[in-house]
């Protein structure tokens, strides 16, 4: 770590806190060249992988638009908001847990299929009938007979 004052390239820790509240840790530090001391903050960075589209193209997550997707598949069901945040973010967990720096967003719509069967099987319904493009009843009627079977 650099000195703030001097420059000096070499510093020392002379101590180290974990800051539960913000989940990183305190450093003070003294420049071995002119003698200052200063502190340090460390954090964990997080970084969610790339989304590889069905037509190739990369972008990066976006939880915003997985919460509006279950929103809309969720419309006048009886589910809290609070129960769709805890969907959004249990699904960055897993998609974190992959520990890859990109997933085919197929992986993302199967994930965000999984966990709407749990909480409410017509929003589920409507969700894979969007994200699987069905093009006639038949394909509703199978995947409700998959539901009932769960």
């Known amino acids: 770590m650099k000195c ?9 820790v002379t ?12 450093r003070r530090r003294k420049c071995l060249e002119c003698g200052q001391r200063f502190s340090t903050f460390e954090t964990v960075e997080m970084r969610m992988p790339q989304v590889i589209k069905s ?3 990369r972008v990066s997550f976006n939880p ?13 069901r009886p589910v809290t908001q609070e ?7 249990l699904i960055e967990q897993r998609l974190y847990r992959l520990g890859k720096k990109e997933v085919a967003s ?11 069967a749990k909480i409410d099987q017509v929003a589920y319904v409507r969700f894979a009938s969007v994200y699987k ?16 079977a769960k």
Do not use: Y
């Not at 703030?4 to 020392?12: D, G, I, L, S, V």
């Not at 915003?64 to 419309?75: D, F, I, N, V, W």
């Open 106 to 116: 197929r992986i993302v719509g199967e994930m965000a299929m999984e966990e709407l």
């Open 55 to 57: 037509d190739g193209t």
């Open 133 to 148: 493009s069905f093009k006639d009843v038949s394909e509703f009627t199978q995947v409700i007979a998959e539901c009932k």
């Open 64 to 76: 915003h638009k997985l919460q509006t997707s279950l929103e809309r598949a969720l419309h006048k």
């Open 4 to 12: 703030p004052f001097c420059q000096h390239p070499n510093t020392q």
């Open 15 to 26: 101590d180290s806190r974990w800051l539960e509240d913000t989940n990183s840790i305190r």
């Open 83 to 89: 129960q769709i945040d805890e969907t959004v973010a």
